[in-house]
């Protein structure tokens, strides 16, 4: 039976996308692009290192003997807590986000959720009991939604077309920066003899937020908010600046430019911008299907014992000493970003983003089958090849995780979604995972202490079911315009006229062929007039 996703959606107009195509300058030789990307790195794709400061410092500080002390030695339900309060915040915050974002734009939903996690950060930091801490990280928890949804529009939105999928994919990646920075804080000050081995760790989660605020009034907004607030010039002239490196001339531009207007217009012809519009049609209610279980599989893939739990795991394979706890933790964070870079680098390039979520799921799925097996002959026996098999198994987890849930799932949300609900569908996934995350964190402590490896067996259930899912559900986008998939489920009738709209508007008098490369260029990089027309 062929998969009823594998290939709905309907090519839109080919214009923007041939005149990229033509563009063979790579980005580093343009100046006012390499420009952006650079500063989208400190205010867009950094936004992640605070999840992944997040839950690195909260396995280190287990194996923290101040902070065990402190709050009481923190087992079963009491850690879940802890752990799972992050993801409750983010649960309490996400309603609000969609409306943030429509009516003052990509950049203040950042800097508000960003002056949050600075707030909730503080007052981690000075926690004086339980109580405390579990309330600053519910306010962590309620700003990082506000981050990731508004960075991951403003990428997509602003990203010249050729590199967006690359560096939607990296924003995930910078997860395992701030994890390995947490890793090693929590490596260098879990010896103290006092309180500060915790308030360290966890005043410094206020940096990556420090940064967003300092650097961002360099960002500019993205062009597709100032078009659909109308304001065209301020539009215009982010596309001559960044994508054409300042030629006001540029067809592309013009074509950017047609294109966006026209697909909002379209967009929101019928349609408002609030929550309703996620479910009022057919084509909605299929990418918000999608997209819940997106959340669900991102955190259900037994991705959050590994990076809430990794030490209860690790006693549980007989590897129980603290200090080799805290150094596995380091050294697994620094794989996963070693690996988790490389692969979002080149993911995206090289694989379709059904055949890369194919390959993640059914890795999983053999690594936790795996991972199962010897933990189970570990509790039997107690022979230490099975204790170091679990922990192999733990290190081959990532780089089938990076392939799809790592480095797809922001790319495949921006493309999946049109402008209009673009952020209420981010927001959407935002809402499934976080759940799922609260869930996970707070069941996981009490599951492992209560049946041990059986719970593994659990997750290996449900990964064969992401397997179904993603081959019937997830339809294909990669090689495509934000615009081009504005229309992916509502039938031919729109793109037809998203295409009709543009060419009138365009003319007849771009000649593809005769367009300059933007920022130079060899003649014979061109493609002929044939291949332009027969694009056409």
Known sequence: MAPVGAHIGNPADPVVTALVEQDKIPWYKKKNLRSLYFIMFPTCIGIEMTSGFDSSMMNGLQAVQNWDEYFGFPRGSRLGIFSASYSLGAILGLPFIPMIS??????????????????????????????????????????????????????????????????????????????????????????????????????????????????????????RFLIQKDRIEEARDFFIKYHAEGDANSELVKAEIVQVQTAIKLELEHASLGWRELFKTPGNRRRATIT??????????????????????????????????????????????????????????????????????????????????????????????????????????????????????????????????????????????????FFNNFVNPIALQAIAWKYYITYCVWLGFEIAFVYFMFPETSGRTLEELAFLFEGSENNELLNKTTEKQLGDNIHLDDVPIVGGGKDEERPTAQEIEAAK
């Open 292 to 437: 819940g279980f997106l959340g669900l599989f991102t955190q259900w893939s037994g991705n959050t014992l590994i990076s809430y739990y990794l030490v209860q795991i690790l006693n549980q394979a007989g590897i129980t000493n603290k200090g080799t706890q805290t150094r596995i933790n380091l050294g697994r964070t620094c794989w996963d970003f070693l690996n988790g870079t490389i692969i979002a680098l080149n993911v995206p390039r090289l694989l379709k983003r059904r055949t890369g979520y194919f390959i993640c799921t059914c890795g999983l799925l053999c690594v936790y089958i795996s991972w199962t097996i010897a933990a189970s002959q570990y509790a039997q026996t107690k022979r230490e090849s099975a204790g170091y098999a679990v922990l192999v198994m733990i290190f081959l987890y990532s780089p089938f995780y990076n392939v799809g849930y790592n480095s797809l799932t922001y790319t495949y949300l921006v493309e999946l979604f049109p402008y209009h609900i673009r952020a209420n569908g981010i927001a959407f996934f935002q809402v499934w995972g976080r759940a799922a995350g």
């Open 102 to 223: 429509h009516r003052w734009g990509r950049r203040w939903t950042i800097i508000f959720g960003s002056v949050i996690m600075i707030i909730g950060a503080i007052i981690q930091g000075a926690s004086q009991n339980f109580a405390m801490f579990t309330m600053s990280r519910i306010i962590l928890g309620f700003g990082i939604p506000y981050g990731i949804v508004g960075a991951s529009a403003l990428i997509g939105e602003t990203a010249y077309p050729k590199e967006r999928p690359t560096l939607t994919a990296v924003f995930n990646a910078s997860w395992f920066i701030g994890a390995i920075v947490a890793a090693s804080i929590t490596l260098g000050t879990f010896a103290m003899p006092n309180t500060w081995s915790w308030r360290i760790p966890s005043f410094l989660q206020v940096v990556p937020s420090l940064l967003q605020i300092i650097f961002m009034p360099w960002m500019p907004e993205s062009p």
